[in-house]
């Protein structure tokens, strides 16, 4: 994962800060710089989380897109 501010840094900023979180993530598909993301954190233990929780979203997502299908 590159360092530093990333195309959708700036809104996710906005997202973290409204929110009051130390740690955030945001997924953009078909946004107007193209698709991306963009991670925000000051706490490693969180940023070590982050793999296992996506993995969690993938796993629902894609559950309920096959229950939708049937």
Same mark, same amino acid.
């Given at each position: ?14 997202? %973290? ?8 993530a945001?997924?953009? &598909? ?6 991306? &993301?963009? &991670?925000?954190t $000051? $706490?490693?233990?969180?940023? *070590?989380?982050?793999?296992d929780?996506?993995?969690?979203? *993938?796993?629902?997502?894609? %559950?309920?897109?096959?229950?939708? %299908? $049937?």
């Amino acid at each position: 994962m590159a360092e530093g501010a990333g195309k959708y840094d700036a809104a996710l900023t906005v997202a %973290r800060t409204m929110c009051g979180a130390k740690t955030a993530a945001l997924i953009v &598909f078909d946004g107007d710089k193209g698709p991306g &993301f963009s &991670f925000q954190t $000051n $706490n490693l233990e969180a940023a *070590a989380a982050v793999p296992d929780v996506l993995r969690h979203m *993938a796993d629902g997502l894609e %559950r309920d897109l096959i229950t939708k %299908r $049937n």
